[in-house]
């Protein structure tokens, strides 16, 4: 059984950095893409990174890139989301997810965990 736990999320100021973390168990790394994904209230869920199982390269939105960066450790069997320079648009509850898949502009995920909440204050 796929779980992913989400840890890391808070509060911080606009301009901080925080490192989300996520344990994950019930599969290996080799099999799935890894990523993580975002909901702001009343909005749309965002895809914000994913790493392509086939062939390991990244995947960033506009809104994210150049300030997020996804890293895994298979050893540790864990994923982070380095957020670098947040902005209040940040704030969303963020989830882990395997089964990533990206394709054409959009992002695909098929498990994912109970997610952190970040809150980004101006």
């Known amino acids: 059984e796929v779980q992913l736990v989400e840890s890391g999320g808070g509060l911080v100021q606009a301009g901080g950095s925080l490192r989300l973390s996520c344990a994950a168990s019930?599969?290996?790394?080799?099999?799935?893409?890894l990523g993580w994904f975002r909901q702001a209230p009343g909005k749309e869920r965002e895809g914000v990174s994913c790493i392509s199982a086939s062939d390991g390269r990244t995947y960033y939105p506009d809104s994210v890139k150049g300030r997020f960066t996804i890293s895994s450790d298979n050893a540790k069997k864990t994923v982070y989301l380095q957020m670098n320079s947040l902005k209040p648009e940040d704030t969303a509850v963020y989830y882990c997810?395997?089964?990533?898949?990206?394709?054409?502009?959009?992002?695909?995920?098929?498990?994912w965990g109970q997610g952190t909440l970040v809150t980004v204050s101006s």
């Open positions: 019930g599969f290996s790394f080799d099999d799935y893409g």
């Open positions: 997810a395997a089964d990533c898949i990206y394709y054409s502009g959009s992002y695909y995920y098929g498990y």
